[in-house]
């Protein structure tokens, strides 16, 4: 499976992005997908997840009601909408993937089998 991410970048407090996740190489079934965040001097953490073949989410408390995950199974991309952005959000955020379950939850990154190469995201105060 081959990760892509794009869409990251600078933005104002308050703000918006989206982020973008190319996915290719396997067709997806009963399988979990990701956004990881990894700020400096900081352990990567989980930020939202979603299940492919369900549609269920799991999202950080840090950023419910801010961030939304999906998917679109007929490009096959994943996307996290990230909306009110604040400068805590700052970081170098990652799609990753976890085949062969439909389990969708706070997902630890050695859990993961595969990761695409982050995008930066800088949010200004």
């Known amino acids: 499976v081959q990760l892509q991410a794009s869409g990251g970048g600078l933005v104002q407090a308050g703000g918006s992005l989206r982020l973008s996740c190319a996915i290719s190489g396997r067709t997806l079934s009963r399988d979990g997908l990701a956004w990881f965040r990894q700020a400096p001097g900081k352990e990567r953490d989980i930020v939202a997840a979603?299940?492919?073949?369900?549609?269920?989410?799991y999202y950080a408390e840090s950023v419910k009601g801010r961030f939304t995950i999906s998917r679109d199974k007929d490009k096959y991309m994943l996307y996290l909408q990230m909306n009110s952005l604040k400068p805590e959000d700052t970081a170098v955020y990652y799609c990753?993937?976890?085949?062969?379950?439909?389990?969708?939850?706070?997902?630890?990154?050695?859990?993961?089998?595969?990761w695409g190469k982050g995008t930066q995201v800088t949010v200004s105060s």
């Open positions: 979603i299940n492919w073949s369900a549609d269920t989410q």
């Open positions: 990753a993937a976890r085949l062969g379950s439909d389990y969708v939850g706070p997902y630890n990154d050695y859990g993961m089998d595969y």
